[in-house]
């Protein structure tokens, strides 16, 4: 569905009309992905063809989420897995990030932190495409910024300063070596996530789960098919609580 809905954009519309998508970052990993759309992002990019468009793609860029347990901007290490693994080009895959902590369940990241990370992809990715901020009205709320646009313009300089890195050939220097941190994002709901992890859940199903009940473990499980399990994970906590409290002293 979504690749007919591309095409017929792209008939309707004709090739000037730009095209993009928003995924979560997980799903621009590897062939399979792993996301809310249940369907292969990059089997559907290879398919999604015209030869009159710019870069032969009907989808010109992609805005992946980078935050809420999705993806983690706070280092360069999940963007270098979707470029080296999921064999994306840099100039395709935007760093969807979030510009104050009260838009998103996890994954903000502070300025002077985001600034690094993307001077860093800057340097290391010639045709880098940068990043996008979920959303422009608080941006900055988060790191002491009084007005939105003093966020971007921060951003800004940094992008604005990758041209400074080349030599006067036009080639990159040699970027920093790639981030050796490939831990898990960071989710909403750790304790739940732990909880359905360790019945044999899949990470990334968990998580969708958790997304789609807004974090209720009890809720998650049954959508994954092990809400029984879940149940007698719930009622032994649930006792082992009970027990705790009725051990102490009346006061």
Not at 3 to 29: C, E, H, K, Y
Not at 66 to 95: H, K, L, P, Q
Not at 135 to 142: D, F, I, L, S, V
Request: hydrophobic share 35%.
């Amino acid at each position: 569905m979504p690749l007919r809905l591309l095409r017929q954009l792209n008939a309707d519309m004709g090739p000037d009309f730009l095209l993009t998508m928003a995924p979560v970052a997980s799903a621009m990993l590897g062939s399979g992905g792993n996301g809310l759309h249940g369907f292969s992002q990059k089997e559907m990019d290879d398919q999604a063809t015209d030869p009159v468009r710019p870069n032969g793609k009907l989808v010109s860029w992609y805005n992946a989420q980078f935050y809420n347990g999705w993806g983690d901007s706070s280092t360069t290490a999940m963007y270098d897995r979707i470029i080296e693994e999921g064999g994306w080009g840099a100039d395709r895959v935007v760093m969807g990030v979030l510009t104050n902590p009260g838009d998103g369940g996890s994954g903000f990241v502070k300025l002077p932190t985001l600034q690094s990370v993307v001077g860093t992809l800057g340097a290391r990715y010639a045709s880098f495409g940068c990043a996008v901020g979920w959303e422009y009205w608080a941006a900055g709320t988060g790191d002491g910024i009084q007005y939105p646009w003093q966020w971007v313009k921060a951003l800004g300089d940094v992008i604005s300063g990758f041209a400074k890195d080349q030599d006067p050939s036009g080639d990159v220097q040699s970027p920093p070596p790639a981030s050796s941190d490939d831990t898990t994002p960071p989710t909403p709901w750790p304790s739940a996530m732990e909880t359905l992890e360790s019945v044999g859940a899949g990470h990334w199903d968990s998580l969708r789960a958790l997304n789609m009940t807004s974090g209720d473990t009890k809720a998650a499980g049954d959508l994954l098919g092990i809400g029984q399990l879940i149940d007698g994970i719930l009622q032994e906590t649930e006792d082992l609580v009970s027990g705790v409290l009725d051990s102490l002293p009346v006061v």
